[in-house]
């Protein structure tokens, strides 16, 4: 494996060096560079998939099929032909979908003392519009001329060029020229994909039609707020935003101390071009997300040592552009030798690895992959994706990011509101100050009614801006600001500018912020690929071998058969079982008791009881209890079993101590009533 793998590692790494090379010498086409690193390292991950064993591959079809037979999830809509992208949750779907978000809430919320809140989805334009989603929240569609069908550009583009790259009467250099194209794809702009789809005459793929030119869509759904139609909107592409428009009050609400953290959990919706691979690329989808507010000079985590000695495998920058694999690395480690940016963000790198495991993603098929400096936003100081194996390669399905200040000072310069923490000085230390001095009478007199937006602006100006506006106001006496989208000409009459010393006992800190970012949706379909199962020697029985605290149900409560002496056990278990908080199905119909375990297996029901002719006959009264992954069973008194099974599905119990503690049960002693 290794041998097949070696050349590919050498060409990922030697790319990696001109990448470096082109950056230190600020090469103009490194886009270009940086392209093709991507490319080869995209052809290295697919052939080490390739070569994974194949019994580590989940049977996609079969699994689906259980998923849509069972009503985890199907199309929404479906009796009106379905709608791609939209999802409806049936009743196992919706328990396990809630059970991950409690085990999240309890993870993350109650341990950590985080401040949960709920915020509208419903956002005016303004708010994105400063964050950047209005301008830059978009990628190049193309149509069917005729039949009005929409495509992602740059996918269609890439799936044409690789089906005519396929074919024999193209030359090798036609064939590199397109492998060339597939490369850059990511750094064409709207002008050259136009000429592109010009010059490979790109089709409809569902009907051979013509296509429009490649225009920017927006991936918001738009709408307006209120009858009259004047303040556009959008339904929220992520739930970051409420948290950062709401610090204030969650400063004010932890007594203004730095650190703390805000979390949502809330739909958000992205109206994707043309939705695939079912949970995975979604139009409705659930966030669950996490704001860390921190001193940008104090980014130590308290708890990080409870963190540092976890081993988990990290994919760093470094080993993307040198062609390495994947390593193995105690997370202390990692932060000590500055692989990861600092504790904060490997104290949460290891608190979501926990939780993805406590959750049903196998640890071998968990990496954090960290950003290259390409991927990463300007503003980011470091940034780390969760990413699970699956049959369709490694997804993203947590990020989480040092997003440094850059939200709460953009929605600041926005509102003039200032979104900062105060921080004690050990020391009272004297600053020099520059502000701006208006003359209100002046101003008011030739502005009016926008006299308070000139006002607003003038005291938010920062001492470079106002330096280098007094310069003008010295050689031109005169300068023009602009805010709200309008201009205002200010001479020396209007404002001057004034210069003091004061004694600060605190400073004003923008806070940085660690960002973990969520998608249940993914991370329920990467549970449903690691915890498929097929029994032994029986490829028709499958089951889902959901963790306990995640089960959509913890229990089954079966009678042997559908005989009435049964049914005042059956009902009593019930009963005690909803005393207990324990999620239960009763499932008395007909069929054998095998098929009836099979059924409850295949929706990855954690345990069963079964009340049997020893329950009615023996007295004290016991039943049995069924693991559902071993098939192993134990008999214990009726009255315990319900708090047994509580234990075990809250992770206190576990089924090794209930098979050393009760007696393994090998078969019933008495058939029918004595």
Not at 200 to 229: A, E, H, Q, R
Not at 354 to 368: A, C, E, H, P, Q
Request: with cysteine.
């Amino acid at each position: 494996m290794e041998a097949v793998l070696a050349p590919l590692r050498e060409a990922v790494r030697e790319q990696g060096e001109v990448v470096r090379l082109m950056k230190e010498q600020g090469a103009s086409d490194l886009n270009k560079a940086v392209a093709e690193l991507k490319a080869r390292k995209r052809i290295l991950e697919a052939k080490e998939l390739e070569l994974q064993p194949k019994d580590d591959v989940v049977d996609r079809l079969k699994m689906e099929d259980t998923l849509k037979r069972r009503f985890f999830y199907d199309q929404a809509f479906a009796i009106y032909g379905g709608v791609s992208g939209l999802y409806d949750f049936g009743p196992v779907g919706c328990a396990l979908k809630n059970n991950i978000l409690q085990t999240w809430r309890q993870h993350f919320i109650q341990e950590e003392q985080i401040l949960e809140i709920d915020c509208t989805m419903l956002t005016p334009e303004s708010v994105l519009k400063t964050s950047g989603h209005v301008d830059k929240f978009a990628d190049y569609m193309v149509k069917d001329a005729k039949t009005g069908e929409c495509f992602r550009a740059d996918h269609l583009l890439k799936a044409h060029l690789k089906k005519l790259m396929s074919d024999e009467k193209y030359s090798a250099k036609k064939v590199d020229e397109m492998e060339d194209v597939i490369t850059q794809m990511d750094n064409y702009a709207q002008q050259e994909l136009t000429d592109l789809f010009v010059t490979y005459n790109v089709k409809s793929p569902s009907t051979g039609n013509d296509l429009t030119p490649p225009t920017s869509f927006n991936l918001m759904f738009k709408t307006y707020i209120g009858p009259g139609g004047n303040m556009p909107g959008y339904l929220r592409p992520e739930t970051a935003q409420g948290m950062f428009l709401n610090f204030k009050r969650l400063l004010e609400f932890n007594q203004g101390k730095l650190p703390f953290a805000a979390a949502q959990i809330g739909n958000s919706f992205r109206n994707e071009i043309s939705p695939r691979t079912g949970l995975i690329r979604v139009r409705e989808f659930t966030m669950a997300e996490i704001e860390h507010f921190v001193d940008p000079v104090e980014k130590v985590h308290p708890k990080f040592p409870n963190m540092a000695d976890l081993e988990i495998i990290l994919y760093s920058a470094k080993a993307q552009t040198s062609g390495q694999s994947a390593q193995i690395m105690r997370l202390g480690d990692a932060v000590e030798q500055r692989v990861i940016n600092n504790s904060v963000l490997g104290y949460f790198i290891g608190r979501i690895y926990l939780y993805l495991v406590k959750v049903g993603l196998s640890k071998d098929k968990v990496r954090f992959r960290q950003h290259m400096d390409n991927e990463m936003a300007h503003y980011a100081c470091d940034c780390w994706d969760a990413e699970s194996k699956t049959s369709y390669g490694w997804i993203e399905i947590v990020g989480c990011a040092d997003r440094s200040c850059y939200d709460l000072s953009c929605h600041s310069r926005a509102t003039k509101v200032p979104l900062v923490a105060e921080k004690p000085l050990k020391e009272p230390k004297v600053v020099n100050v520059v502000q701006f001095e208006p003359n209100k009478g002046a101003i008011g007199v030739v502005y009016k009614k926008d006299a308070k937006l000139v006002l607003e602006y003038l005291s938010v100006c920062d001492e470079r801006y106002i330096t280098d506006q007094e310069k003008l106001l010295n050689e031109t006496g005169e300068f023009t600001i602009e805010t709200e989208g309008k201009s205002f000409k200010l001479n020396t009459d209007m404002v001057g500018v004034k210069r003091f010393q004061k004694t600060l006992h605190v400073e004003e800190i923008v806070p940085n912020v660690i960002e973990p970012s969520f998608g249940i949706g993914r991370i329920m379909y990467s549970i449903f690929e690691h915890s498929f199962r097929v029994r032994e020697g029986d490829e028709q029985r499958t089951y889902f071998s959901f963790p306990a605290p995640v089960a959509p149900y913890k229990c089954s409560v079966l009678p042997l058969s559908q005989n009435q002496e049964f049914t005042p056990f059956v009902r009593g278990l019930s009963e005690a079982m909803t005393k207990n908080g324990v999620s239960h199905k009763v499932d008395d119909s007909s069929g054998s008791i095998g098929r009836r375990y099979a059924r409850t297996d295949e929706i990855g029901v954690a345990f069963g009881i079964t009340v049997d002719f020893d329950t009615v006959n023996k007295t004290p009264h016991t039943a049995t209890l069924r693991d559902r992954d071993s098939m192993r069973q134990i008999r214990a008194e009726v009255s315990e079993l319900p708090g047994i099974v509580r234990d075990l599905a809250n992770g206190t119990l576990t089924w090794a101590e209930m098979e050393s503690k009760y007696p393994i049960f090998g078969g019933q002693e008495t058939n029918k009533k004595e």
